[in-house]
């Protein structure tokens, strides 16, 4: 009977031993579980942090993209607008050149009219003094 405690108290023991191993491997299993869990989180929270930032920066490169295109269409339209007055001054300028030109054509015949009338009546008095 004392053999057979013995063996029993034996086998309790082993039993508790066992026991404490196993809570001991489950606790440590926990905290590496924690642990990792906790580094998990870390890293989802840097990607997450580093995806703020790249949309950031996509948002930024698109702002000045827009930026730029709207400067460059507010030029193009400058410059149309500038081509348009040049060629309207053009116009104004060519359309004066003609009319000087023509005042100049018409002044020029009725000089030689007055000239050739002028000369008509020299040629009348000189007849008329004979």
Do not use: C, F, G, P
């Not at 920066?57 to 348009?84: F, I, P, R």
């Not at 116009?91 to 008509?120: C, G, H, N, P, S």
């Amino acid at each position: 009977m004392q053999q057979e405690l013995q063996a029993k108290h034996q086998q309790l023991q082993e039993t508790q031993q066992t026991l404490d191993e196993t809570r001991r491997q489950s606790e440590q299993e926990k905290a590496e579980k924690q642990q990792q869990q906790a580094h998990l989180t870390k890293l989802q929270q840097e990607l997450s942090e580093m995806e703020q930032r790249a949309a950031e920066q996509q948002q930024q490169v698109e702002s000045v993209e827009q930026e730029w295109l709207n400067k460059q269409a507010a030029l193009q339209q400058e410059l149309a607008d500038k081509q348009q007055k040049l060629q309207q001054t053009e116009q104004i300028l060519q359309d004066a050149k003609q009319q000087t030109e023509a005042e100049k054509a018409e002044k020029a015949r009725q000089q030689e009219i007055y000239d050739k009338l002028k000369a008509e009546l020299a040629d009348v008095e000189q007849r008329a003094v004979e």
